[in-house]
């Protein structure tokens, strides 16, 4: 299994950014798929999850970021918009079943990518 993700980079605080993650070697249908990050000197925090039964994100990312996949194209996407200075962080995609909201609940994870929010 492998995740590749992309997106990242250098954004203003206001300012929107678009994660993808794009899977191979699983049945990417049957998957739960999630976004974590990881700031400098904190532990890893789930960001948002999308599986079977719905979409749910973490309280401090609700109406800003929408999570969405492509089950076509193996790929999830993160939609981040008003973007503060604390979401800079290290994104990671996650897969795994039946998933959930700690990192430990993951087996697959893609290599992370840097999101920086400047004032």
């Known amino acids: 299994v492998q995740l590749q993700a992309s997106g990242g980079g250098l954004v203003q605080a206001g300012g929107s950014l678009r994660l993808s993650c794009t899977a191979s070697?699983?049945?990417?249908?049957?998957?739960?798929m999630s976004w974590f990050r990881q700031a400098p000197g904190k532990e890893r925090e789930f960001v948002a999850t999308?599986?079977?039964?719905?979409?749910y994100y973490a309280d401090s990312v609700k109406g800003r970021f929408t999570m969405s996949r492509d089950n076509a194209k193996n790929t999830v996407y993160l939609q981040m918009n008003s973007l503060k200075i604390e979401d800079t962080a290290v994104y990671y995609c996650a897969a795994d079943r039946p998933g959930g909201s700690r990192p430990l609940e993951y087996d697959y994870w893609g290599q992370g990518t840097q999101v920086t929010v400047s004032s």
């Open positions: 070697g699983l049945t990417f249908s049957s998957y739960s």
């Open positions: 999308i599986n079977w039964s719905g979409t």
